[in-house]
């Protein structure tokens, strides 16, 4: 069975720092996506990134990208320039043959001014 | 941007009784799903539905849960008997289809569910 790691519960950054939050996994699938969501204090899971696990290239959207290491299993998400609407709890999640998405239990991340 | 709308986004109810969560996913999209969140924790998997029968459900998913498409818009997860512990939040969502491996899910904002 796939299972999502993530070993920080909690993480506090600098307004306009980088800030980096890791995730590892476990599957034997070859095929499979990787997500990171991020949910606000309203609750609601927004999509942050994604990783197609057949693309060498790590993806990027604007200030956020990941560092993908298929062979280590790990996924982690880089934060540059965070900002204070950056709070939030980010969660890491494996998508695969199965129609359902597996979770990392999160991290909390708390952006200072 | 099309999105997945739920209601309601808080329901308070009495241990027993039934609840019908509702969700409306994004318009072309095939595959639909819930998942719960008890507070504190992560999400978890409740089941996947598509054309118009589960295509996989977890063990969290027993008798209690249904989930059905009633017409060309809705997606509901009826709870029959609520029990405390069916307190948290449910999030619906969608994808566009399903190759050999998983699309992106596109979520709801949820329904707090709260059960006295």
């Known amino acids: 069975a796939q299972t999502v790691t993530q070993s920080q519960p909690e993480m506090s950054v600098q307004e306009a720092e980088t800030v980096t939050l890791s995730c590892t996994y476990d599957?034997?699938?070859?095929?499979?996506?990787l997500f990171w969501y991020k949910q606000p204090p309203s609750r609601q899971m927004i999509l942050v990134i994604r990783?197609?696990?057949?693309?060498?290239q790590n993806a990027t959207e604007n200030r956020f990208s990941v560092n993908f290491q298929k062979a280590a299993k790990s996924f982690s998400l880089k934060i540059s320039d965070s900002q204070l609407g950056d709070t939030a709890m980010y969660f890491c999640a494996y998508g695969g043959a199965t129609n359902k998405l597996i979770f990392g239990t999160g991290t909390l991340l708390a952006v200072q001014p | 941007e099309p999105e997945v709308t739920q209601t309601p986004s808080h329901q308070v109810t009495q241990m027993g009784q039934e609840v019908i969560l509702r969700c409306v996913p994004i318009?072309?999209?095939?595959?639909f799903y819930w998942y719960r969140q008890i507070l504190g924790q992560k999400v978890e998997f409740l089941v996947s539905?598509?054309?118009?029968?589960?295509?996989?459900k977890s063990e969290i998913f027993d008798d209690q849960f249904s989930v059905e498409r009633p017409d060309g818009s809705n997606f509901t997860l009826k709870i029959r008997s609520t029990k405390l512990e069916d307190s948290a939040m449910y999030f619906c969502?969608?994808?566009?289809?399903?190759?050999?491996?998983?699309?992106?899910?596109?979520f709801g904002p949820g329904t707090r569910l709260l059960v006295l």
């Open positions: 318009s072309n999209h095939l595959y």
């Open positions: 539905f598509y054309n118009n029968e589960i295509s996989e």
């Open positions: 599957t034997s699938e070859s095929n499979y996506y």
């Open positions: 990783q197609e696990a057949y693309k060498q």
């Open positions: 969502a969608s994808s566009a289809f399903v190759t050999v491996i998983q699309e992106t899910q596109y």
